[in-house]
């Protein structure tokens, strides 16, 4: 097997001028894209909830959960979370006091 070396780490051909233009192009367009895009994305652009709502992320399994709940249900979610010491009560017990439902 002599030369297989030599063979074997040989590029085919050169890229031309043109291709390696091509490519330099491709590439400039692909991370301009993607800092636009985390640009465009990043923050926190979520509305607050409405008046007499609350917003509220729980830990559970799997993961974050959203708790969302306005008027009457909101109120009676509230006080039966109030005064537990789970950290999905306490993320409860913290939104109804930013948004003043008690």
Do not use: K
Not at 2 to 13: D, I, K, M, S
Not at 65 to 92: F, K, M, N, Q, Y
């Amino acid at each position: 097997m002599e030369g297989h070396w030599q063979r074997v780490n040989t590029p085919l051909r050169r890229l031309t001028p043109r291709e390696r233009n091509v490519a330099l192009a491709a590439v400039t367009i692909t991370a301009l894209t993607l800092i636009a895009l985390i640009a465009l994305t990043a923050g926190n652009t979520r509305p607050p909830p409405s008046r007499g709502c609350l917003s509220a992320i729980v830990p559970g399994i799997m993961g974050g959960g959203s708790v969302e709940a306005c008027g009457e249900r909101a109120r009676s979610l509230c006080l039966r979370h109030a005064g537990l010491g789970d950290p999905g009560s306490l993320a409860i017990e913290e939104s109804c006091r930013r948004y003043g439902i008690g």
